[in-house]
Each structure stands twice: as structure tokens, then as C-alpha cells.
């Protein structure tokens, strides 16, 4: 299910440890992230699609559109 954050991460030549620091877990933590071995948290998956600049859905293999969704405008 999440193959595509570790596709990212590797397209982007980072690191495990690099990410695992930008989520503030351990290395092995977030390498079952990328296995699916362990559940990542919205708050952690919502770090990632801004850090990608992809939706959520992308990263959950849901669109193949990686744009993210626009913010909605202050409606005042």
C-alpha cells in the first residue's frame, strides 16, 4: 500500500534515516512504513505528502494525479 513513499524517497535519493528524522520516528520504524509491516499515521502521511508536494491519495496509490489538492480559499 505504500510503495510509492519509498518510490518517492528513492526517486529523491534520500535516505531511511533522512525521513525517519523529517517524522521524528527510528530508521526501522519508518522502513515498516514502506514495507507496510506498521500503520503510519495520518499526522506522518500528511508530513510526507507536503514534504512531496503530492495528495495523500497519491501516496496511498488511490490517483496517479500527484498534484495535491488546492487549500480552500478564506471564505470571510
Sequence with gaps: MYRRIRELREDHDLTQVYLAKLLN????TYSRYETGEHEISL???TKIADFYNVSIDFLLDRTDIREPYPKPKNRS
Design 43 to 45: 499526522a506522518s502521511l
Design 25 to 28: 520516528v527510528n530508521q526501522r
